[in-house]
């Protein structure tokens, strides 16, 4: 269940509820994460369509930890995370696995590391959806797109409220690790341009705005929310769509957190009027099972009414799975996790530095820089993702430090690498444990399904120790806590793994996009077998792309609002002539 806390006035709340229903709408949003966000903005933007938009987490994106970098170390496991765990996972020895998710306006997007990237153009061209190609994304990526550092036209662009940039602050360990990995792997300046290959070592591009996160919440619901045309609600849990007897949604009905009665409340469309659901991987199938579409068998065990019988509903579920390896150096004072900490309490001059002037290690959340590489399971990209972090962790689950930093008095210097199946093949799925939104589903993420992906986690090992071994850190040098000495053949890294995986924070794919018979939306994002009801989230990516989702969530939003304002923009097969331009930079690049 959600665990709200009891609203104090019940009949003040239900009235308020009741002017927000009192009138239809042209476009119901579910969901106030990145996608939720950036739809309610360009959707209501000409203050001809009424909108509401309903997210059951916080209002208060403008936390300070929330806008402060390094105050992620504040947020994992707290009021503004779901705190969502994976059931029983059979690749982890049975382990549940925590999954992060942003329970406050702006979603996920405001307690992720904020890295930039869109995964490669062979990414997207390896959907097999028609109109979702490399060439047809590439303008939606560039739309929204801030570039603050530089980056050529032909990836990039300047004046969109999505900001790219450089953390304004680099550790000592974060430059050796750059000198070192460069000469073994090879450099890359920008993983997002697809003119060449992604594999190298580099800093990587966030998603910030001088010195401060930049959320969904605050990049585009922050300038529309005070439009008369946009409603906007918090705290509030949608318990299903409803439909007529055609099929096509007619209505939203919805209910407060923290309201024992369990009042409901029903949000009605305008005819012609649209479902848009946002609320991510997790959410976004729930409420569509809750609503009878998904597989029927599974409905009919809730006593759902079946509307719709889509079996995919829930499957597909994807993740990048992760593994570290840390080392603990003796040089004293240079981690970012030490110089946090004074008299094992937290160090104000850090914090007064980004208070003042938004620059300094606050602005960093640990883990950007980092590189891309080849192991031996990969198909002809990078599988592997290397995060480089100036900190020794505080457990093997690299989750560990950022959930228990903020109650530990003394860390430990050292550097660690979080090494990350970038392009994970494995599947898992979400179902239901009841009828009731409230509670929550359970979640089988699939973890190491794929044997490939353990293969390449147990590289990652190898090449995190390879690197974190290397003498040119000379007085930095450390010695190796995490896997340890005692683990050494290939069963036993394996063994490793299997004991501490922990997610890199990617979970998409459980409404997959796509013309097969394995799809729930089509390219156009309408819900398969109802009418009314799009998915617009990284539920709808129909296979993980190689670098951290949020990015890519921002361009399908855009992408999204647009042919909804305006179907003659809906999602076209790219020209012949246009996809193999892209495709033949990349066979230069190679």
């Not at 439009?227 to 949604?249: P, Q, W």
């Not at 079996?311 to 570290?324: K, L, R, T, W």
């Not at 660690?416 to 359970?442: D, E, M, Y």
């Not at 990652?460 to 040098?477: M, Q, T």
Request: charged residues 20%.
């Amino acid at each position: 269940m959600t665990g709200a806390k009891p609203l104090k006035s019940l009949p003040k709340a239900h009235a308020k509820e009741l002017k927000v229903v009192a009138e239809p709408y042209d476009y119901i949003i579910a969901g106030g994460g990145l996608a939720g966000c950036l739809l309610a903005n360009r959707l209501s933007a000409d203050g001809t369509k009424k909108v509401l938009l309903l997210e059951a987490g916080r209002s208060d994106y403008d936390n300070l930890f929330i806008r402060m970098p390094a105050g992620i170390l504040k947020l994992f496991r707290s009021v503004y995370d779901w705190q969502f765990e994976s059931s029983g996972e059979k690749g982890c020895n049975g382990r549940n696995i925590f999954l992060q998710r942003g329970k406050v306006l702006g979603g996920s997007s405001c307690t992720n590391v904020m890295l930039h990237h869109r995964g490669t153009a062979k990414d997207y061209d390896d959907w097999c959806v028609p109109g979702w190609a490399a060439a047809d994304v590439l303008p939606w990526f560039k739309a929204s797109e801030d570039d603050t550092i530089g980056l050529s036209s032909d990836f990039h662009s300047r004046g969109g409220e999505w900001t790219l940039s450089q953390v304004r602050y680099q550790n000592p360990l974060s430059k050796t690790f750059l000198d070192i990995g460069s000469k073994i792997l090879g450099a890359n300046d920008d993983f997002n341009n697809w003119s060449r290959p992604q594999d190298g070592v580099g800093r990587f591009h966030v998603s910030q705005h001088n010195g401060e996160r930049q959320s969904g919440a605050a990049a585009f619901l922050s300038p529309a929310k005070h439009r008369k045309n946009l409603t906007v609600r918090t705290g509030v849990m949608v318990r299903r769509i409803n439909f007529d007897d055609s099929k096509t949604a007619n209505s939203v009905t919805y209910d407060l957190l923290g309201d024992d009665t369990c009042t409901q409340f029903t949000a009605a469309l305008k005819e012609e009027g649209e479902v848009l659901l946002a609320a991510g991987a997790i959410g976004s199938p729930q409420i569509l099972m809750v609503s009878g579409v998904g597989d029927a068998s599974h409905l009919e065990k809730h006593s759902i009414p079946v509307v719709a019988d889509v079996p995919s509903v829930g499957e597909n579920f994807q993740d990048h799975p992760a593994a570290i390896v840390s080392f603990r150096t003796p040089v004293k004072g240079v981690s970012v996790t030490s110089k946090l900490r004074i008299f094992g309490l937290t160090n104000p001059f850090p914090v007064l530095k980004w208070l003042f002037f938004k620059t300094g290690m606050m602005t960093s959340s640990g883990c950007d820089h980092g590189a891309f590489v080849q192991t031996a399971a990969a198909q002809g990209q990078p599988d592997l993702q290397i995060r480089f972090l100036a900190a020794k962790s505080l457990g093997p689950d690299g989750m560990t430090t950022f959930t228990q930093f903020r109650n530990s008095r003394r860390v430990e210097d050292g550097y660690t690498f979080q090494t990350i199946a970038s392009r994970a093949r494995s599947k898992g799925c979400l179902r239901l444990a009841s009828s009731n939104s409230h509670v929550r589903p359970i979640i089988d993420v699939g973890y190491l399904s794929d044997s490939a992906d353990i293969v390449t986690l147990r590289e990652g090992v190898k090449l995190g120790r390879l690197l974190g071994n290397s003498d040119e850190w000379g007085e930095y040098k450390g010695e190796e806590i995490y896997p340890g000495p005692t683990v050494q053949t290939d069963d036993e890294i394996d063994e490793y793994i299997r004991q501490t995986l922990h997610t890199a924070n990617a979970l998409i794919g459980t409404c997959k996009m796509g013309t097969g018979d394995d799809a729930v939306v089509g390219p156009d994002l309408c819900v398969k077998g109802v009418n009314g009801v799009r998915v617009v989230d990284a539920s709808i990516i129909p296979v993980i792309p190689g670098g951290q989702t949020g990015t890519p969530v921002v361009m399908i939003a855009e992408r999204a609002a647009a042919f909804i304002l305006d179907p003659s923009l809906a999602p076209q097969a790219a020209t012949i002539e246009v996809a193999a331009e892209v495709s033949e930079a990349e066979a230069v690049a190679v």
